[in-house]
């Protein structure tokens, strides 16, 4: 592996690239030696080594962790290019195989990772069984760009980064609340009746996506009595009977002691988003991942929809 400077062409070993690359997304010796497996030192010695190449210090240790210096920001491109190009290589080669493999990360929302899509992968693990998947269930951005996930489904369609955007699906949303819990409340037969019954929610200053204060949307001013970042937290608690809720059609409609409220005035509408970085769209297991969920959606889009 080469680097290009006004006055000669650099080569080094493209691993001391890898240390610098971790630790520019992780901050930390221990952090990076737990991913790589080795000793901290050794994280410290591969950085070291770089910089003597160079000539350059890469990195500032501060309490926060280690950050980059000026010089190690003008080195992150062209560190992430290679790393895009050696996965490239990697892929090309390993192509002629026909048997895909490889570790293939997801960023995907809590609620349709926790409790949709857990359930359908029984069938993409006997169609790929040498791809490995990991899943960040998180409703917060993942960064792409600093290869924290290599694919992310997201309620938005980001507006930068090197990303191939599409649509993943639409999804729908209704009010629910269990039979035990409207025996004991006042009836609900219109939206002004909602005002009296307690609701549970999401934290408002920690809502990931403006998107999800659908509640405020729909009610004006509820009355929230259990609020939690965790949608699978809010399921739980609904079907334990602490209160009226709003949550996927998709899970909800799977539980009988669920009723779901004032269908027709309370639907809402919402869109998956699924992203890849530009440099890794092709490769054949980011390609099986991709097809696998379109497959999903599109069997499945009557459940996604609480269509019954």
Sequence with gaps: MCIFTHEEIIIFDWNDVRFFLELSRKGRLTEVAKA????????????LALEEKLDAKLFESTSRGYVLTQAGERLLPQAEAMESASASIQD???GENKTLTGTVRLGVPEGFGSQF?????????????EIELEFVANDRFVSLSKREADLSITLARP???????????DYRLRLYATKDYLTAHSPIKTLDDLRSHNFISYIDELVPDPQLLYLTELIGNPKVG??????????????????????HCFVADDYPE??????????????????TPEDIHDLARIKAVSEFLSDVVRRQRKKLMGEK
């Design 36 to 47: 790589l497996k080795v000793d901290h030192t050794t994280v410290s010695r591969r950085v």
């Design 92 to 94: 090309t080669v390993g």
């Design 117 to 129: 899509l857990a359930k359908e992968l029984t069938e993409f693990q006997r169609l790929h069984p």
């Design 159 to 169: 507006q930068s980064g090197r990303l191939i955007s599409r649509k993943l699906t």
């Design 226 to 247: 259990l609020k939690s970042s965790s949608i699978v937290f809010q399921f739980q608690a609904t079907l334990a009977g602490a209160g009226v809720s709003i949550l």
């Design 258 to 275: 669920l009723v779901c409220l004032l269908p027709a005035e309370t639907q809402i509408d919402r869109t998956f988003w699924l992203n």
